[in-house]
């Protein structure tokens, strides 16, 4: 199975100032055929199921605001936050789906200041 | 807008068999999409269990491949969850998500509100 890192297990950030989680993966992501890297991002707000923030890398989901965007390469990986808010809370997931089974970082814990 | 709505038994016990289904609204069942069951123990991240398309084709996670079971009924828009011989370890939130294809590939892009299952005597 590819592992799934995340980095760091958790995020204290004051209002308007941005943060960012890395997510490395032990195998690479990178699709040479298609060109896509297959990782995605997801944030559980609490008690809410997850939601989609960021697919493909890069893609920013519907209704997702533009101060969230993905980016790396390969094996290494990074989604900022720019400008937190407070509903930005919650614990964020990256999750690779180049091969089965897709499998999900342990999670990144963002609290506000 | 697509809805997903999980149900089944909140508790199970052990080596009994875990069995939900999910009820989708908002979808036809004849799209790309596949649709995926998630887990996630108390207090732990997210592991995927499997996913169905329409056709009735799976895949499933290595580590649950033995004990899971998954089906669809595309006339009741709806689709199922059997995992057996449950432990403790199998306590967790089950979520069921629908993993549809568009630019970029396939995501989760719709999510139930998650059950909890408990395994216990």
């Known amino acids: 199975d590819i592992v799934m890192t995340q980095t760091p297990l958790s995020l204290s950030v004051t209002p308007g100032e941005s943060a960012s989680i890395s997510c490395r993966s032990s195998q690479s992501l990178l699709d040479g055929n298609a060109g896509y890297t297959y990782l995605d991002w997801y944030l559980q707000k609490p008690g809410q199921s997850p939601q989609l923030l960021i697919y493909t890398l890069s893609f920013r989901a519907s209704g997702v605001p533009d101060r969230f965007s993905g980016s790396g390469s390969g094996t290494y990986f990074t989604l900022k936050i720019s400008r937190v808010e407070a509903e930005d809370v919650g614990i964020y997931y990256c999750m690779q789906r180049i091969k089965f089974p897709l499998t999900f970082g342990g999670g990144t814990k963002v609290e506000i200041k | 807008q697509v809805q997903l709505q999980e149900s089944g038994p909140g508790l199970v016990r052990p080596w009994g068999t875990l069995s939900l289904t999910c009820a989708v609204s908002?979808?036809?069942?004849?799209?790309?999409?596949?649709w995926s069951w998630v887990r996630q123990s108390p207090g732990k991240g997210l592991e995927w269990i499997g996913e169905?398309?329409?056709?009735?084709?799976?895949n499933y996670n290595p580590s649950l491949e033995t004990r899971v079971a998954m089906s669809i009924d595309t006339s009741k828009s709806q689709f199922s969850l059997k995992l057996s011989s449950v432990t403790a370890a199998d306590t967790a939130v089950y979520y069921c998500?629908?993993?549809?294809?568009?630019?970029?590939?396939?995501?989760?892009?719709?999510w139930g509100q998650g059950t909890l299952v408990t395994v216990s005597s």
């Open positions: 908002g979808d036809s069942f004849s799209s790309s999409s596949w």
């Open positions: 169905i398309f329409h056709s009735g084709n799976t």
């Open positions: 998500a629908r993993y549809s294809y568009g630019t970029g590939g396939y995501r989760f892009d719709s």
